[in-house]
DNA sequence: CTAAAGTATATAACTAGTTATGTAAATATA
DNA sequence: TATATTTACATAACTAGTTATATACTTTAG
């Protein structure tokens, strides 16, 4: 019978939805019992007109946290019902002002007992829990508030995606992977230059005998991103972070950030005090990664790319 | 801005329909996030086929709470997602036997990872609050279950209109209401008899001089009210209560009961031990009321109405 | 064995919200 | 001051559920 019970807490939006519901539908009883014409989902706006006084219809919308075409029909039914006037005179136009009429005043008036024993019902039942549901609902209004659900639940995934993350140096076996990854991301923003074809095609030659080093990124076992740290020869950078590649459908696991800093790690045993990288500010998430390693923009050094546009360092803490 | 939130307990069906509202939005982006073509609505239908197997749609209505054609379109749905088969062979060819197909099962297995990563999220969340909004989800569940909001609501509404009841002994300006709120009833039923028109005419004469009593329910100061005890000739009974009437418009305020009590009070500091009734089975609410009071039916007792159909009797404890 | 009652499901119509869009009025900008 | 942009609202179309109802099949009772 409740398969649905023991689903754990990921089905607690299908556990809310039936509260709710159950909730709703005893208001609409309650609201007969009183023998009072009226409707649960007229509450929220009734409520703010009777506490505030005339309100326009998006006014309305932001406080009870409706769209403003779900105010406006409620609006209309509240019109209907007599229990409220609009187009009250407004020197703007567009504006939709509404207020209770004397017998929308009277039906508040009315609702006084029943908003009493309701509000007590309801505080006898928080009584009766030992978890307090209505407490618990105002954090958690807050928490989403701070964070939502989808960012939490995001976090959580890189984290648990990164362990399925390894990083390895570079293989004889893994030269295909490394020129054609960074292929793919070069030509679909720009052109091949002469030091791509260069570096690519002879990864050892150009990048590992003159004392640089090449990691990839396995996900599962299957190599899905690169990036180099070139020796370069300069009066201030000793290396360069560089051919950083990572697949399309390896994106949102972290693998970028991983493989920056285990590239950093590597200048730092290298000895370097300073890491120097070119990209292109077309490339966001790539910029936003290099940000969140902790390199700055820096300004005016010659550089053999034409797609470079932005040049960028990170001050080693030793 | 936030008046509603200021609107108290009462509000707590719109506060529910919030955050379901929310944590629903937000399941659908998890979905896009790990990139399985998945709709939130779907997953009570299919979480309970991948932990049970095949169900019939009835079957899976009951399980996840919802009405058997919610299950109806969703199955339909999934099936055209080709992650169910329906229509399976079974002996009973209304039954609409479903399971998932070769592909549902692969997406329950690629859901694992984020059923996970969600969960964690969602427990994170409780943790991070003082009030733990699952445990109270469960205890709201059980509360309504022993008692609806409704029962709840109506409990309390009693109560507090009966301390707006005040039961008054009859004095001579109350004969018009005694006589018209008995009329009102009896004629809409039965038609008027030679004992009513004596009695109603005439209370002190025939009510009171003889040693009986008539007390009057005012309900905000308007008599509304109004029940006899009558001093009988009789072997076995002293007193007969009689000449119950409430107004329509009093209904559920509890005034019966009210009344009841206070002619049973009276006929006890009159020394009588036991006390007679007469009624009739059609008057529904009046014979569960006497029953309410501890009036047990008893039978053939002569009497001078043709509209007694039920005589009852209450033993007064000393 | 047949008629009546009950069950399982599909379908239609409704409900309480949503997003998307068009229009008129107001405001900002060249 | 004319034009572009923004704002306020109404309306239309959609969504995820509901209740009501029709229909085919099964079970029960006579």
Known sequence: MNTIHN????????????????VTENAAEIYKLYKIDFSPKWFPVFFVLSEEGKKTI??????????????????????????????????????????????????????????????????????ASTHNIWEAIKEWEFLL??????????????????????????????????RTLNEEWITSYFEMEEADHKA???????????GGKIFVALYKDEPLGVCALLKIDHSVYDFELAKMAVSPKAQGK???????????????????????????????????????????????LPTPYKRCNIQMELEIES
């Open 145 to 178: 508030e701070q964070k939502s659900l989808l960012d939490r639940v995001k976090e959580l995934k890189k984290i648990r995606e990164s362990k399925n993350v390894q990083i390895v140096p570079y293989e004889a076996k893994y030269k295909t992977v490394f």
């Open 254 to 300: 972290n693998i970028g950030y991983l493989l920056g800093k285990a590239i950093v790690e590597a200048a730092k045993n290298e000895g370097a005090s300073k890491l120097y990288l070119e990209s292109n500010t077309i490339l966001k998430p790539a910029i936003h990664l290099y940000q969140k390693l902790g390199f700055k923009k820096i300004i005016g």
């Open 7 to 22: 689903a754990g807490k990921k089905a607690i939006g299908s556990r809310l939805r039936l509260l709710t519901a159950k």
């Open 58 to 127: 998006t006014q309305l919308a932001n406080e009870i946290q409706h769209s403003q075409p779900s105010v406006t029909k409620i609006v209309k039914e509240l019109a209907t019902a007599g229990l409220v006037k609009l187009n009250l005179e407004t020197t703007d136009k567009r504006k939709n002002m509404v207020s209770l009429t004397k017998k929308g005043e009277k039906t508040a008036v009315l609702l006084e007992d029943q908003y009493q024993d309701v509000e007590i019902a309801i505080e006898n039942m928080i009584e």
């Open 200 to 210: 690519l095609k002879n990864p050892k030659e150009y990048i590992l005998d003159p």
